[in-house]
């Protein structure tokens, strides 16, 4: 994930892999950030009807403002009824690959319940590694963004272009 992401941002990609609908209420909690463990901080969603009394809005708060360090961690959570719980954590960090559009899915491991399951007959498919990562990208696809590196370098190849031209 880019660091520049918001929570907000981040919530849709998780969507996306999950192949939920975003019909339900959600939050982040941080639990370690700079190395340091941490009280659950909440960054919670700007819905605006009253509900959340969250520390942080999560269109403001953007990953590499809290997940600093490899090993820090946040909780997500989705769907207060049917709780459904994911720790992220940063497991490493990497300089942006020119040729790579974000987000991107490494390593898909399970297949997600269905939304409103509440994991009820989930029975996670056995599908290969390889297969469920594809399956996970292509769900991505729709939030694809070019690196800054690469979206900085097309728009100066642009620039000195126009300027050659003139």
């Given amino acids: 994930m880019p660091g520049d992401m918001t929570f907000a941002e981040l919530h849709r990609v998780l969507q996306k892999a999950f192949d939920w609908e975003d019909r339900h209420l959600h939050t982040f909690y941080i639990t370690k950030t700079r190395g340091t463990a941490k009280l659950r901080i909440e960054i919670g969603n700007d819905v605006g009807d009253g509900w959340d009394d969250?520390?942080?809005?999560?269109?403001?708060e953007r990953l590499f403002d809290w997940l600093v360090q490899e090993g820090d961690r946040c909780l997500y959570i989705y769907d207060f009824g049917d709780d459904w719980e994911h720790e992220i954590v940063l497991e490493k960090i990497v300089e942006p690959q020119p040729d790579l559009v974000y987000p991107i899915c490494l390593k898909a491991m399970r297949v997600a319940p269905e939304e409103d399951s509440m994991g009820e007959e989930w029975n996670p498919e056995a599908i290969e590694t390889k297969k469920l990562t594809a399956m996970v990208n292509a769900k991505l696809a729709p939030l694809?963004?070019?690196?800054?590196?690469?979206?900085?370098?097309?728009?100066?190849?642009?620039?000195?272009?126009?300027?050659?031209?003139?």
Avoid: F, L, T, V
Avoid at 54 to 60: G, I, L, P, T
């Fill in 144 to 166: 694809h963004k070019k690196s800054q590196q690469d979206s900085a370098k097309e728009n100066a190849e642009k620039n000195s272009e126009g300027s050659a031209s003139n």
């Fill in 54 to 60: 969250a520390d942080y809005k999560e269109h403001k």
